[in-house]
């Protein structure tokens, strides 16, 4: 849990240094944000083979493995003498991130009975949800102190701390099968997860519209990639990534679930601070310290939703969950330039209880259903599914953003400061339309839910 913090921490510390970085080695937006397309292509492309390692390689193997990376990662990016070594860090820590996320799940399930799951799974959530909530607060402050290699020398004594840590307590407690590698289903894995992320990254970062090339076409060959890949594992003896775990139906909801809540949450991540900063003009440090209650008091109310969910199950949780995400996504729609800072963290904090109480109770009620042999494929599926939803929800937010922001400035025919932020607030208005829909299947789905009994 702690290298998983480090991982999910450093996903958002470096964007507060992205402007940095381009005055530094005199680049343009489009190309620093390669080190968040980076990032998520390596995960989306190494998550979904991780069932296949948690199957070939001990704990403790992949435990190393993931911190070696994840070390030699901050390391390259501390003494990065220009951008492509900046990059090559961020890739490398990607693999280490890519192999901690799934094999953490797996262990989870593993040594803990189903009736004490809901709790740990709960801490993992603080863990999950604080990373990437305190991440853009701090690596301000360390950014305008110490200039932005020094949030790499941040992470360096934990990291090695936490090797060091595992070295000597950690236990292998996964079973080795080492099923037959099939190097076809990991090609269609990597083209069908990769286009998919690569093309929706690209929208999202406004490297081109919808009909670009750049984007229809990787997201077309990912959509045939991912047929051709799930249509030669049911075929296959011994898949790769096993997709029977979707007969289990409370699996399907909790996969559904999660994967609204993912768009939800990394929709309203990226949108809350362009309109912090473009709408209500406020500085980095003074957005993120907005933000920061709401995950705050999302991870605190992790663990509480984890002992619920033991208690009574998910049916309590995850229902009222969606209310509330579908109440206050509705408001964020309704958010203006005149809109008061101590408003947008009140609805901020109640929109993330309500992801608290939604994220954890579906993953662990899903997971719940599936036999032990299903471990892998399960955690797999659940993290690769995650990623991919992210990819999804920040583009559709972002490109609706983008268009409500160009038709407010093209009815103003002004380009003044006020104008500006008017236009910024309302694309975030039609954006926050996207994440109120998505709460809303999810709140129909969450009508579906059922205590799995084990």
């Known amino acids: 849990m702690i ?149 790499f020398w941040v992470f360096l004594p934990i990291l090695l701390f936490t090797l060091i840590f595992g070295l000597i307590f950690m236990q292998n407690v996964s079973t080795i099968t080492k099923p037959k590698i099939d190097v076809l289903s990991i090609i269609l894995s990597t083209i069908g997860f990769g286009g998919i992320v690569y093309g929706f990254s690209s929208a999202g970062e406004g490297a081109g519209s919808w009909g670009d090339i750049t984007v229809l076409l990787p997201i077309i060959i990912g959509a045939i ?21 979707f007969k289990f139906p409370m699996f ?41 209650p709401g995950g705050f008091i999302n991870g605190f109310m992790s663990p509480i939703t984890g002992r619920l969910f033991d208690k009574f199950g998910p049916k309590y949780l995850v229902t009222p969950g969606f209310i509330l995400t579908t109440v206050m996504t509705f408001l964020f729609t309704k958010v203006t330039t005149e809109t008061s800072s101590v408003t947008v963290i009140v609805m901020h904090t109640i929109l993330f209880i309500g992801v608290a109480m939604i994220m954890m109770p579906s993953q662990t009620n899903g997971l719940n259903q599936l036999p032990k042999r299903y471990y892998p494929d399960g955690s797999a599926i659940m993290n690769t599914l995650s990623q991919i939803a992210g990819a999804i929800g920040t583009a559709v937010a972002v490109s609706i953003m983008a268009a409500g922001q160009n038709g407010y400035l093209a009815a103003a025919a002004s380009t003044d400061q006020n104008a500006m932020a008017e236009a910024m607030t309302a694309g975030v208005q039609n954006a926050f339309l996207f994440a109120f829909v998505a709460s809303i299947i999810g709140l129909m789905v969450s009508f579906f839910v059922k205590r799995v009994k084990v």
């Not at 994840?70 to 990607?94: D, Y």
């Not at 047929?227 to 775990?245: G, H, K, N, W, Y």
């Open 3 to 151: 290298g998983a913090f480090i991982g999910l921490f450093s996903e958002t510390a470096l964007n507060m240094a992205f402007t940095n970085i381009m005055e530094e080695f005199n680049i343009d937006a489009h190309v620093v944000q390669w080190l968040t397309t980076g990032y998520l292509l390596v995960l989306g492309i190494l998550v979904p083979v991780s069932g296949l390692l948690l199957q070939w390689f001990t704990t403790r193997q992949l435990f190393i493995a993931s911190l070696t990376f994840s070390i030699l990662g901050t390391l390259i990016g501390a003494f990065a003498p220009n951008f492509e070594f900046v990059l090559l860090s961020r890739l490398v820590q990607a693999v280490g991130t890519a192999l901690l996320l799934p094999l953490m799940t797996n262990v989870i399930l593993l040594i803990f009975p189903p009736n004490k799951r809901g709790t740990v799974m709960g801490t993992m959530g603080l863990v999950i949800m604080c990373a990437p909530a305190v991440g853009p607060t701090l690596a301000g402050l360390l950014v305008d102190s110490w200039g932005w290699q020094s949030i």
């Open 225 to 245: 990639g991912i047929i051709l890949f799930a249509i030669r594992q049911f075929r296959m003896e011994q898949p790769m990534l096993d997709l029977t775990v």
């Open 252 to 292: 399907s909801v909790g996969v559904l679930m999660v994967f609204l809540c993912m768009m939800i949450i990394l929709s309203s991540a990226i949108l809350l601070p362009m309109y912090l900063k473009g709408g209500l003009l406020m500085t980095a440090l003074a957005a993120g310290l907005v933000l920061l």
